[in-house]
């Protein structure tokens, strides 16, 4: 049988694919290469899909268990490798489900690198690929509803922040301030993601951190330039998507943190313990609540609910990878 790994990888290769293909896409508008750019997402979508089921069987192999309802019982998102997967994987099938809805592209090259960002960086950190035993703490049916809600949070997340760098490049009145925003975000998010991993060498990682969202400033700046943003969708619908993936990220946010609250009172005789996982997945859920509000409720609209997107993908890669490799507490087994 072909290994999770393998299917995991291959996956990652066919991200890789999509990215290129809806790059070319928005750069030369051609049919054929809008064809084999969704076609290729969709491939490692059902792929890394196969991956999960493969996996859950390894992990039961692994803890010692043969019967059918292994996978649910050993589900693949137990550590940072596998619940990186699973972040990947939700981001490009979430974007997938916004491509068919809206009928529009361009938007891919900016939401599915973030989801294949978040895949390599199992490689680029060395977070180890082996199926291992589940720690006491995580047997519990609870793990699969808790990991996977939480999730599919996590990538709602990333879509948006994907579809508020489009909006800032389609935007004619971007300023110096919104490029200095998007570079010092695009920056920490990058730095983040490497010293939480090493926390050494830390002028060396601020030094390829700011070289990555030099470049990364720098493509979106072509993009406009070359007027590639004029095949995006309007203003306004790149208002609308931000808005319904945070409202879907809420939703399932909202239910990941009352499930870990109902598991952790199983696990540990409290519903909440101020634990720093806890504690920031709660600050992500405020930063997202306060956009809601700011939308729904106030009716503000513009640059300002776009860097609130930006803001709460920050707090996400914060909860995740700096709270799970730089602070201890309950969750640090998840690694």
């Not at 300023?175 to 050494?200: G, H, M, N, P, Q």
């Amino acid at each position: 049988m072909v290994s999770s790994v393998t299917l995991f990888n291959a996956g990652m290769v066919a991200y890789f694919l999509a990215f290129l293909f809806y790059t070319i896409y928005a750069f030369s508008k051609t049919n054929w290469s809008s064809k084999l750019a969704t076609s290729f997402a969709w491939l490692g979508v059902l792929v890394q899909g196969a991956g999960f089921i493969v996996r859950g069987i390894e992990k039961a192999h692994v803890n010692m268990v043969s019967d059918w309802t292994a996978f649910y019982k050993y589900a693949p998102f137990t550590n940072m490798y596998e619940s990186l997967m699973l972040f990947g994987w939700s981001a490009v099938l979430l974007y997938l489900i916004f491509e068919w809805k809206y009928k529009n592209k361009a938007f891919g090259m900016f939401v599915v690198p973030l989801a294949l960002i978040g895949e390599l960086s199992t490689q680029i950190l060395g977070f180890s690929e082996e199926a291992q035993p589940l720690v006491p703490a995580l047997q519990s049916n609870w793990l699969l509803f808790h990991v996977v809600t939480t999730f599919i949070g996590y990538a709602a997340a990333a879509v948006s922040a994907g579809v508020a760098y489009a909006y800032f490049s389609k935007r004619n009145d971007t300023t110096k301030f919104d490029w200095a925003v998007i570079f010092l975000t695009t920056w920490f998010i990058f730095f983040f993601i490497i010293y939480s991993a090493f926390r050494e060498k830390f002028p060396l990682y601020l030094g390829i951190s700011a070289v990555v969202a030099l470049l990364f400033c720098g493509f979106l700046y072509l993009i406009k330039r070359t007027g590639i943003v004029n095949i995006l969708p309007s203003i306004e619908a790149l208002e609308q998507i931000m808005y319904q993936s945070v409202a879907v990220g809420f939703v399932f946010l909202t239910i990941g943190i009352i499930l870990g609250a109902v598991w952790a009172k199983y696990a540990w005789g409290g519903y909440w313990s101020w634990d720093p996982k806890e504690t920031w997945s709660l600050i992500t859920w405020l930063v997202y609540a306060t956009y809601l509000h700011a939308r729904y409720i106030k009716g503000l609209r513009g640059k300002p609910l776009a860097y609130f997107t930006i803001l709460g993908f920050l707090s996400v890669i914060f909860t995740y990878y700096g709270v799970n490799l730089i602070i201890p507490g309950l969750h640090s087994y998840a690694q």
